[in-house]
């Protein structure tokens, strides 16, 4: 069983080498498409790719981004592959709790198609802030160590079955190749660093308000310290310990309300 990553990245120069080499550690190959970075994104994928064979600088474009941006990739590869094996949608902010593995063999046991994973996001806090302002945030540690207040509040799908006799076609399926129905039972946990210091906040809502693939972003980059989070409305992430699900019911049914209310 063979693991492919699709990492699609722009202006993640802060934090991409720590994701690819976190998921190198379990993934065959890992393709990453540059889409339009104007800091060290790229130039880190390269010298990376020099040390870790599974990493692989496959694009660079500056071409809006899509979500079938990916479909790049995988019509590249997938008739190489089996039906046995699995597409990662890597997202260059995020990091596995676990090896992946054993929860893609036993989708392969069940012939599911696809593996949810519980999003755990992981906030800049009012904590946060004022070590920042106080000048006692160390950016050499691992974001893994400053970032340790989060919330479970949503659920993705991140690996998809490869499908050896049928491409991707963008026009009719922008998310996900077409013919992919059934999810897996088992469950993974991934943790998001979406919002990780002021700088890169700032940089990170200018990219994407107003963008017609975001639309989901309502914050205007002057007003990015909403963004803050206070810790006693989150979780505090202890190392060793499982991460917390219990307050994903409440954030769901604030989703709909927002869904109702639009």
Request: charged share 25%.
């Amino acid at each position: 069983m063979k693991i492919y990553g699709i990492c699609v990245a722009k202006n993640e120069e802060d934090i991409i080498a720590e994701c690819l080499i976190h998921a190198a550690a379990f993934c065959d190959q890992i393709f990453v498409i540059d889409n339009g970075s104007s800091d060290n994104t790229w130039a880190i994928v390269h010298n990376l790719a020099k040390e870790h064979a599974q990493i692989v600088p496959f694009l660079r474009t500056d071409e809006p981004f899509r979500d079938s941006i990916r479909s790049l990739v995988y019509n590249q590869y997938f008739q190489a592959l089996s039906a046995q094996d699995w597409w990662f949608r890597l997202d260059a902010d995020e990091f596995l709790t676990d090896n992946p593995r054993s929860a893609l063999e036993l989708a392969n046991k069940e012939k599911a198609d696809f593996i949810q994973a519980w999003q755990a996001q992981f906030y800049f806090t009012d904590v946060d802030y004022k070590n920042w302002q106080a000048g006692n945030e160390n950016l050499g540690d691992s974001i893994i160590e400053r970032r340790r207040y989060y919330a479970v509040n949503w659920r993705e799908y991140r690996f998809f079955r490869n499908q050896p006799n049928q491409a991707w076609e963008e026009a009719t399926a922008p998310q996900w190749p077409e013919g992919l129905k059934k999810v897996a039972s088992k469950r993974i946990v991934n943790c998001h660093y979406q919002d990780r210091n002021p700088d890169q906040i700032q940089n990170r809502l200018k990219q994407r308000y107003g963008h017609t693939q975001f639309r989901h972003i309502v914050t205007a980059p002057e007003d990015w310290k909403t963004k803050i989070r206070t810790v006693n409305s989150l979780d505090l992430y202890q190392p060793g310990q499982a991460l917390k699900i219990r307050r994903l019911k409440f954030y769901l049914q604030r989703i709909r309300k927002k869904i109702l209310k639009c």
